[in-house]
């Protein structure tokens, strides 16, 4: 079974930084793309950033230069580095894989998400 698992959320305060986790189980982290994304409140998830199995990464303009992917293919993890943390980043933030399945397409898969807060 595959399952990704989100960690390292918390308070911050604006300014401040976290280090978020997402650990695979069952598939490889540096074989698959693997993004994270954010919910604001009655909203949809939208992507924040993108690491692609090549290694290049994506990251949405309002988060460009404060965050940053990175992955330990040994532990089988994708981190997101964020710093000089603001209000608006407050948000669930959820680890998204997709895997390409032969005869199949693409599958994706979720994390259970980890809550991010910035307050003063």
């Known amino acids: 079974q595959i399952h990704l698992v989100e960690s390292g959320g918390g308070v911050a305060q604006p300014g401040g930084s976290l280090r978020l986790a997402c650990a695979a189980s069952g598939i490889r982290v540096s074989l698959n793309d693997v993004a994270w994304y954010r919910q604001g409140p009655g909203s949809e998830r939208i992507l924040v950033a993108r690491?692609?199995?090549?290694?290049?990464?994506e990251y949405v303009d309002s988060v460009k230069g404060r965050f940053i992917l990175s992955r330990d293919n040994a532990e089988n993890t994708v981190y997101l580095h964020m710093d000089d943390l603001n209000l608006e980043d407050t948000a669930p933030y959820y680890c998204n894989l997709v895997t390409v399945i032969p005869g199949l397409g693409d599958r994706a898969y979720w994390g259970q998400g980890t809550q991010v807060i910035v307050s003063s």
């Open positions: 690491l692609n199995k090549d290694g290049s990464k």
